[in-house]
């Protein structure tokens, strides 16, 4: 008798642990001190990532950390008195100050800028960064605030000359490391070798002296180099450009706030004409909007 009546007071707290479990599985969460749902993850997207809030990170530091190469006229490079200048530059400063903040430039190879940027190193990036698809699996990109194409240089005494940067069959090509243009000698093919080059002096460098028999690069940093370089008359672009692309300023996915600030500041730059008068400066030629 004992037995069951223990039998009957087990299977009674049981049934009562159960309904409580149900309940709780099953209603609402209803208080009066609910915790509201945090911006990241009002922001969250599908795969699970979150908004940074860069832009707060930003302000709150009172500066905007620049990825940049400084080794590519006239985007970004070192001029006589060894201070960073050119497009790049300009717009970065334009950006910070219509962000109210400071801009501090960091200048590193172009093939590690990219995993710098998705590393927190940087908060953005200005280094001359064509817009393609494959970049835009890692990085968000903003308002175009430039347009280039990719264009082969020569060497005038040169004995395998291309045609133009379609031409490659059999040729040893230049390009600098991770940029756009080496991507473009890949699609096209048929070359001999590939030579990869930090930056722009040292690629030219090898084409003026015949390491290579054409440098594949954008259109207006090979029309900056040899307008200005000493060994600039020794070379000329061969052909017309491969394609005309946007340049815009990557920054990490899901950063909508501060890629909708510098849109902002890019669209009423294109609008006041600053867009069209930096454009001339540094590269003799007007963009279409």
């Given at each position: 008798m004992k037995r069951l009546t223990s039998l009957f007071s087990l299977t009674f707290v049981l049934l009562l642990l159960l309904a409580?479990?149900?309940?709780?599985?099953?209603?609402?969460?209803?208080?009066?001190t609910e915790t509201q749902t945090s911006s990241a993850e009002q922001n969250s997207s599908?795969?699970?990532?979150?908004?940074?809030?860069?832009?707060?990170?930003?302000?709150?530091?009172?500066?905007?950390?620049?990825?940049?190469?400084?080794?590519?006229r006239p985007f970004n490079y070192?001029?006589?008195?060894?201070?960073?200048?050119?497009?790049?530059i300009e717009w970065g400063k334009i950006i910070a100050e219509g962000l109210g903040v400071k801009p501090e430039f960091v200048t590193g190879q172009f093939s590690g800028l990219t995993p710098g940027l998705l590393a927190g190193k940087f908060d953005i990036l200005l280094a001359g960064v064509n817009v393609t698809d494959e970049?835009?699996?890692?990085v968000d990109f903003t308002e175009p605030y430039g347009r280039d194409g990719v264009v082969a240089v020569i060497n005038k005494e040169g004995s395998n000359n291309p045609a133009d940067i379609n031409d490659l069959e059999g040729k040893v090509v230049g390009v600098i490391g991770g940029a756009t243009a080496q991507a473009v000698v890949k699609s096209i093919g048929g070359?001999?070798?590939?030579k990869e080059y930090p930056g722009e002096t040292e690629v030219f460098k090898d084409l003026v002296n015949k390491r290579v028999d054409l440098v594949s690069i954008g259109r207006d940093a090979a029309g900056d180099y040899l307008k200005n370089s000493p060994d600039g008359s020794k070379l000329e672009i061969a052909g017309?450009?491969?394609?005309?692309?946007?340049?815009?300023i990557p920054l990490r996915?899901?950063?909508?706030?501060?890629k909708e600030a510098i849109d902002k500041?890019?669209?009423?730059?294109?609008q006041d004409g600053t867009y069209q008068k930096l454009a001339q400066e540094h590269f003799g030629l007007q963009f279409d909007k």
């Open positions: 409580g479990c149900s309940q709780n599985s099953s209603a609402p969460a209803s208080s009066g599908k795969d699970g990532s979150t908004d940074e809030n860069t832009l707060d990170k930003i302000k709150k530091a009172g500066k905007i950390v620049i990825g940049t190469g400084g080794n590519y070192m001029n006589e008195k060894n201070e960073l200048v050119g497009f790049d970049r835009k699996k890692s070359y001999k070798e590939i017309d450009p491969y394609t005309i692309v946007d340049v815009a996915k899901n950063n909508a706030s501060l500041i890019i669209l009423e730059k294109k």
